[in-house]
């Protein structure tokens, strides 16, 4: 059983960045596929990002390409969110998720129910 625990969270002024980790532990990390996920109050939660690693594949939302970067680190366990030009509209607690068995391909990656394993979250904050 992976798990997987979200730090980097904080309150930060619009324009601003932050950098989010998630520690995996159990299993295999290079072999699972990552994502982040945001969900604001009052709101469904939704893709932000994944890494495929077996496959060379990220994606990211719409909304936060060009500001926001993935990225892992296979020998450490963790995966990264780098968020930069942090947006009023990016308030949401974040969270990590896992895809253990399968090779998803990348049209389902933005799925949350590709995804079987998740972080508790960690909230960001983002002030005007």
């Known amino acids: 059983q992976v798990q997987l625990v979200e730090s980097g969270g904080g309150l930060v002024q619009a324009g601003g960045s932050l950098r989010l980790a998630c520690k995996t532990s159990?299993?295999?990390?290079?072999?699972?596929?990552m994502g982040w996920f945001r969900q604001a109050p009052g709101k469904e939660r939704e893709f932000v990002a994944a890494?495929?690693?077996?496959?060379?594949?990220?994606s990211h939302a719409d909304s936060v390409k060009g500001r926001f970067t993935i990225s892992r680190d296979n020998a450490k366990n963790t995966l990264y969110l780098q968020m930069n030009s942090l947006k009023t509209e990016d308030t949401a607690v974040y969270y990590c998720?896992?895809?253990?068995?399968?090779?998803?391909?990348?049209?389902?990656?933005?799925?949350?129910?590709?995804?079987?394993?998740w972080g508790q979250g960690t909230q960001v904050t983002v002030s005007s």
């Open positions: 159990g299993g295999t990390f290079s072999k699972y596929v």
């Open positions: 890494n495929n690693w077996s496959r060379r594949q990220t």
């Open positions: 998720a896992a895809s253990t068995s399968g090779n998803p391909i990348l049209s389902s990656l933005w799925r949350v129910e590709t995804y079987d394993s």
